[in-house]
């Protein structure tokens, strides 16, 4: 009984090996239906490796149908390109952990309406078993508005120190968040007071170093890119 036991382990341990470590926490498809003009951490497909580190995996575009009147470049897990490069591998300097990774795209729109489709494959270096396909689908509409406006409008004291302060802010925002580069939230304010049209957060003294400013109002979206000193 004993020695059949064992085999029956030893079957179960082997077909488990034999599946794909790669999973998605959420889907390896974006369909992003989006009015934001300026794109990144809204792109982001994340999937986890399981047992493997990232620098285990490899990444390669494998078709790309893009609106010419956009501009592209890609990060991979943090490691950002100056176009949408053919073929690499994942590295671990910035990333969120050494078993997760992303891809993600920065995208301007310059205010076109459009659509772009993007697929990239991922695979395991040591077992091309081990594989999956991501794929982006991103639709951009212009809303011409005075709300957009006003919201585009809004200007960030460049660099920080030990407050970020926000100008010309007109109504209220739902969230302010702040961001790494590497995407991790660091911080996170939920309907922060306006005075005067001036909105001040403070920061935790440690920060230093540039960072991603999100805000959101009124369903919309914008990033900022701060310095903090």
Not at 40 to 46: A, K, L, M, Q, V
Not at 221 to 229: A, E, T
Request: charged share 20%; aromatic share 10%.
């Amino acid at each position: 009984m004993r020695t059949i036991l064992l085999f029956v382990l030893t079957i179960v341990l082997g077909i488990t090996n034999l599946k794909a470590q790669i999973s998605f926490p959420e889907s390896n498809v974006l369909n992003l239906n989006t009015n934001v003009d300026v794109l990144y951490y809204e792109t982001r497909i994340i999937f986890n490796t399981g047992k493997y580190k990232s620098n285990d995996y490899m990444w390669e575009k494998i078709s790309d149908s893009l609106d010419k009147k956009w501009f592209f470049t890609s990060c991979f897990n943090g490691d950002c390109k100056i176009e949408l490069l053919q073929s690499g591998q994942f590295i671990t300097d910035f990333g969120i952990d050494d078993t997760t990774c992303f891809i993600a795209l920065h995208v301007l729109t310059y205010g076109f309406n459009g659509k772009s489709v993007i697929k990239y494959r991922v695979y395991n270096k040591n077992d091309n078993s081990d594989k999956a396909d991501l794929i982006y689908n991103i639709s951009y509409t212009n809303l011409s508005s005075a709300q957009s406006e006003s919201f585009n409008a809004i200007k960030v004291t460049n660099p920080a120190s030990h407050q970020i302060i926000l100008h010309n802010v007109s109504s209220n925002l739902e969230q302010l968040s702040l961001y790494d580069m590497a995407g991790k939230k660091l911080c996170n304010w939920e309907n922060p007071i306006i005075n005067n049209n001036t909105l001040m957060v403070d920061i935790p003294k440690e920060l230093q170093g540039l960072f991603i400013l999100n805000l959101s109002q009124n369903g919309n979206l914008m990033h900022r890119k701060i310095l903090i000193k």
